[in-house]
């Protein structure tokens, strides 16, 4: 014995070589969706509402995902264009201490469903590929919203804002 895992019948690759973990159960993506893959920055902006699962997100929850609105939008290391984008985290129930700027959001804005607080206390980096896979866009807030949020991060007085505010007066 070599110590080698037997390799299934039917995993080639395109050059008819034996590879474990590959052929099998595998779908071909529409075009659309490769083409979104391949640009994930366009139809993404500045104050759009996603619902974006917990794990991708600095917030601790019960939930498995959570309402978050994008406030900014961050360019790779070689320049435009952007690669991730800077997520606040909303909650639907006040669970926030007298420290955080918060922006009360009624439901119907920008797509929310209920009432939603989001708490200016640490931003979410998102890649934009992981966004356009795992994220699910509900809406856009107006200006007046965004210009709320913006004010809100630049009162607060949490440091894990400090990129989200370089981003938004770099824009």
């Avoid at 996603?50 to 290391?77: F, H, M, Q």
Wanted: aromatic share 6%.
């Amino acid at each position: 014995m070599t110590g080698k895992r037997p390799v299934p019948a039917g995993t080639e690759d395109r050059l008819g070589r034996r590879v474990a973990g590959r052929g099998q159960g595998r779908t071909s993506l529409p075009d659309e969706v490769l083409k979104q893959l391949k640009q994930p920055h366009l139809g993404v902006g500045v104050g759009q509402i996603w619902v974006i699962p917990t794990e991708y997100l600095n917030w601790k929850s019960v939930s498995s995902s959570r309402w978050c609105v994008l406030l900014a939008l961050e360019d790779g290391v070689t320049g435009p264009p952007p690669v991730r984008a800077h997520f606040v985290v909303g909650s639907t129930k006040p669970e926030f201490d007298n420290l955080v700027s918060v922006v009360d959001v009624p439901a119907g804005e920008g797509g929310l469903e209920e009432r939603t607080l989001f708490a200016f206390k640490a931003s979410s980096p998102v890649a934009l590929s992981l966004l356009r896979v795992e994220g699910v866009f509900k809406g856009t807030l107006s200006s007046d919203w965004i210009d709320m949020m913006f004010a809100a991060i630049t009162d607060s007085p949490h440091s894990s804002l400090i990129t989200l505010r370089r981003l938004i007066r770099d824009a």
